[in-house]
């Protein structure tokens, strides 16, 4: 039988609010447990919500960024359970009413294959405490720093139709929150999660039934823990059994997933209004403001990079993968004074040395304006493309700005002609029958021959000589 | 000296008669002497309030101190306080050490009232007899063996016995308002949204709402002053202006028109408290006031949706007592159910237990629409049959409660019948309106409230319009046998 996979995600994103969502605890990641926990967080008897404004403002941010229905009348509601880090026994989110409704966005299967994912709506909740179960000698400790941090749960159409798909999807609600300076992205601490619902059918059937996959806490969990569903799935349905309704739990140690509880397990979370919580009205000047302070988003910013900068399509989209690299590009471009240089560096040199450092952007020993400052001593012909890779390594190395080095290292291009030719004068006389056999060839085979002399001159000149020069130079001299 | 009003007393210690301390130790005496009998008090503070005493004496001293410095007072034990045990009446909070001020406790030191201690009250307010108490059942200092009403019974008890000079209640379905009319004082539940929520242990949060209880209604106004007020910590509290309450307590009610809604009377109501009310009646007609035959058609719906809406609020309000951060844990937990069910299991009363149930019920998946939302429809209906009496009247009067103070153990076994004696003002929550109780001709010796509702944010046309009447009657003077 022919199989179709139909997938669904919820997105939690963390928003980057300074305080929680409903009280002044600051939402820092990686205190002392309980440190950034007030008596709101605790949920000691007799407290109160106050919602901070800021994640709504974000909310909505991200409404209009996908072009969304914006609810001008939310409503905040209590999702009722006990968990030991669930302090209050209710976490507050929305139901029926949430902030943000249907909208979309678009991802890119192949080069040029668009793909629209629907997106059911976001709302805004919580987050819960952490239950932390080693160290405690039986017992589980609870940890609610996190209490309270404000999320969007970003609930996508069940649109997606392979675990490619999923992937693309999410990388793009990544992206767009990143760009909108709402969430950090950062999915090791988990300020960007996913879950998964899963299901497969008979190509053109009725809706098979779904598992929901936790705990995929990478791009490349989701890809798998998908895959490796999809596959459990069907197995089980060739061999004439059923899928049940589950949480199914990723593990990737063991690469498979797990069932966690069933439908009949799973809450009845009598959501209902929190009667503490005033319903959200938005006035449209809010909207409006929000719209009109809009941040450039990544389809744009990918085709101004096109237009202005004069990158391929492929080179407009690696840089605009992420803000950060963006803005990295793009300052280092400005103080180099040539884009396509800078883009070339970027995508190559200081991307190669990110990866084989292990390390992020934000992590990189050289900024953008040292690197474009690097740059623009090729382009001022300071130094040579080739010099500059021995420049940049010593400037990752923490050894100083580029002219600093260019100095103490003495990799100034000699640009001097005389200075030059006495080199060159040197290589012909030192190389007599290279010279003849050069002379004898013919124009075809000249310039590879041309290679030697050039290597020469630039192995005696360290490696300073301006190329360009060099070259004329011995043009001139052999022909 | 404990029979005097808050005027007459923050005069006393200005003029130097005597001083907060020797006012504060003359309380505690009576608090030591009778709260055995009456078992008001949950928590006495003696030592802090003689501190605090000595503290109000020097800042009169100083001049310019608030009214209420140095006046004793005493709050509902469900009012967190710093450093004070705050129980709630529950043995699950036996143990519980508030580590902050609720706002109306904080507003009160503020304003210099010295805390002699915190009142017994129906376990996590729920109750019309505060039999429902973890510390043992209130007794009415009217008649031994007869409930103060509940929740806030202990408040209303240590007022009418002379225990403090006035005390904060809280008034969810009339807890406020039925405890002062067993116990012969005045009662305010504020409008909702006039007195933060903030540290007021939640039992139905669209319904609480904290208010003064007092020996008359100037007092009751110079507690609600101290009161009111927008918090930026409590969502739902407004951001309205807090009148001057004893500016206007004095003015004309001539021409007042007083709906005296026709389902108020007769049907389950005694008829001598009819009769009392008539009396009461009577009195305003004389003040030049006018009588105006209203309806409240869903009056009896009043009850039902009360007891689907507050439940479900609070099976959701209560669930942070697990016995995980603070509160009663059970000994030697197997597991984390075993931890949870034995620790609420043994935490809670019988009565609270029976509303969480009720709630978690109402709130389930296939029932939500059936019980939930359409209570908060007939809610609507409720506060539209306030919206349209009000384009009539001024204010609205009734009784308080159908009966006088029952005996302890009468009803306990017949939640329903309890729940009937808040009939008259279960409405007035469901609303949001502010209501107050005041005392009028006593039946057989138990005393009897006179009900006012006012329209939103009429405290003090309600202050105003008790006070006129406490002018030109005696009735909110006595004094039960033995307290005086």
């Not at chain 1, 960024?65 to 001008?72: L, P, R, V």
């Not at chain 1, 301006?466 to 043009?475: F, G, S, T």
Request: glycine fraction near 10%; aromatic fraction near 8%; charged fraction near 25%.
């Amino acid at each position: 039988m022919q199989w179709e996979t139909v997938i669904g995600l919820e997105i939690h994103a963390q928003l980057a609010t300074k305080s929680k969502i409903f009280s002044g605890a600051a939402t820092a990641f990686g205190s002392e447990p309980n440190t950034q926990a007030c008596n709101v967080d605790l949920g000691m008897p007799g407290v109160l919500p106050v919602l901070n404004k800021a994640a709504v403002r974000m909310a909505v941010t991200f409404g209009v960024a996908i072009d969304a229905e914006i609810g001008q009348r939310s409503v905040f509601a209590r999702k009722n359970y006990f968990y030991p880090d669930l302090p209050k026994g209710y976490q507050i989110s929305q139901f029926e009413l949430p902030i943000v409704g249907k909208g979309e966005v678009e991802i890119e299967l192949d080069r040029g294959v668009h793909k629209p994912v629907g997106v059911t709506r976001a709302h805004l909740e919580e987050d819960a405490g952490k239950s932390l179960h080693e160290d405690f000698h039986g017992m589980t400790g609870v940890d609610l720093n996190r209490a309270g941090t404000p999320l969007l749960e970003i609930v996508s159409e069940p649109d997606m139709r392979s675990a490619k798909e999923a992937v693309a999807y999410a990388k793009k609600i990544h992206q767009i929150v990143q760009y909108l300076g709402i969430c950090d992205g950062n999915m090791q601490e988990g300020s960007f999660r996913c879950d998964a619902n899963v299901s497969v059918r008979p190509v053109g059937g009725p809706l098979g039934t779904r598992a929901e996959l936790k705990n995929l806490n990478s791009f490349r969990f989701l890809e798998r823990a998908i895959n490796i569903e999809v596959e459990r799935q069907i197995d089980l349905l060739e061999a004439g059994g059923k899928v049940v309704q589950e949480t199914r739990l990723y593990d990737a140690d063991n690469d498979e997933t797990r069932s966690m509880r069933s439908k009949e397990e799973a809450n009845d979370y009598r959501y209902f209004p929190d009667p503490d919580l005033l319903p959200v009205e938005l006035d449209e000047g809010l909207i409006e403001s929000i719209r009109t302070s809009m941040p450039e988003l990544p389809d744009a910013k990918r085709a101004r990079f096109s237009a202005d900068y004069g990158l391929s399509e492929y080179d407009a989209e690696v840089l605009t993968s992420s803000k950060s690299l963006a803005d990295y590009y793009e300052q280092a471009a400005k103080v180099a004074g040539d884009a396509k240089m800078a883009a070339n560096w970027v995508m190559g040199e200081f991307s190669g040395a990110l990866n084989k450092a292990g390390l992020t952007l934000e992590q990189s020993p050289v900024d953008a304006d040292a690197l474009g400052g690097m740059l623009l001593r090729i382009v001022d012909k300071t130094i040579s493309g080739k010099i500059a890779k021995q420049v940049f390594e010593s400037m990752w190395a923490g050894e100083g700005g580029a002219d600093q080095i260019i100095e103490a290292k003495g990799l100034k291009q000699i640009t001097d002609v005389g200075a030059i030719e006495a080199v060159v004068d040197g290589v012909l006389q030192a190389n007599p029958g290279q010279v003849e056999n050069y002379r004898n060839a013919d124009e075809k085979k000249r310039p590879k021959m041309l290679g030697f002399f050039v290597g020469q001159v630039m192995k005696q000149s360290k490696g300073k000589a301006n190329p360009q020069q060099v070259n004329e130079l011995l043009l001139k001299k052999l022909d | 000296m404990h029979n005097k009003t808050i005027s007459e007393l923050a005069q006393g210690l200005r003029a130097g008669d005597f001083s907060s301390v020797e006012l504060t130790q003359t309380y505690l005496d009576r608090v030591a002497r009778f709260n055995p009998q009456l078992n008001s008090y949950i928590t006495i503070c003696e030592a802090t309030a003689l501190q605090a005493a000595a503290l109000a004496d020097q800042q009169i001293s100083d001049g310019d101190a608030p009214l209420l410095t140095g006046i004793p007072i005493a709050h509902k034990d469900i009012f967190c306080t710093d450093g004070v045990k705050t129980s709630c009446g529950s043995k699950m909070l036996d143990n519980f050490i508030a580590p902050y001020d609720a706002h109306v406790v904080s507003l009160f030191k503020q304003a210099g009232a010295v805390m002699l201690g915190k009142t017994n009250m129906d376990e996590f307010a729920m109750g019309s007899s505060n039999e429902n108490s973890f510390y043992g059942p209130v007794h009415n200092p009217w008649k031994s063996g007869a409930v103060p009403g509940g929740s806030s019974g202990g408040s209303a008890a240590a007022v009418a016995a002379g225990l403090c000079v006035a005390a904060t209640g809280t008034d969810t379905g009339g807890s406020i308002r039925q405890p002062a009319a067993f116990c012969g004082i005045t009662g305010l539940k504020p409008t909702y949204g006039r007195v933060s929520r903030y540290g007021m242990i939640a039992f139905a949060s669209s319904l609480d709402q904290g208010g003064p209880m007092a020996r008359t209604a100037e007092d009751a106004a110079a507690m609600l002053q101290v009161m009111a007020g927008f918090d930026t910590r409590d969502s739902t509290s407004a951001e309205q202006p807090v009148p001057d309450y004893t500016a206007g307590l004095n003015d004309d009610i001539a021409g007042l028109r007083i709906g005296v809604p026709r389902e108020y009377l007769g049907g389950g109501l005694d008829p001598a408290i009819e009769a009392s009310i008539q009396l009461a009646l009577a009195e305003y007609k004389r003040l030049g006031a006018e009588l105006v035959e209203i309806s409240l058609p869903n009056t009896e719906l009043g009850v039902p949706t009360y007891y689907v809406v507050a439940p479900a609020e609070c099976s959701s309000n209560l669930s942070r007592f697990d016995g995980v951060r603070f509160g009663h844990r059970c000994s030697e937990p197997k597991d984390l159910e075993d931890l949870y069910k034995r620790s609420r299991g043994e935490g809670f009363g019988a009565e609270v237990k029976r509303r969480i149930m009720v709630g978690t019920y109402a709130l389930s998946a296939g029932y939500y629409d059936a019980y939930y939302l359409k209570a908060q429809k007939i809610r609507h209906l409720i506060s539209d049959d306030f919206r349209d009496a009000f384009k009539q009247v001024d204010v609205i009067m009734g009784p308080t409660a159908p009966s006088t103070a029952f005996g302890i153990g009468e009803k306990a076994d017949d939640p329903v019948t309890m729940y009937l004696s808040d009939i008259y003002t279960i409405a007035v929550n469901l609303a949001g309106l502010p209501g107050m109780s005041i005392p009028v001709q006593p039946v057989d010796g138990m005393p009897v409230g006179l009900q006012l509702i006012g329209n939103y944010f009429e405290e003090a046309k309600l202050l105003n319009v008790a006070h006129r009447l406490q002018q030109v009657t005696d009735w909110h003077s006595a004094t039960p046998a033995g307290f005086e």
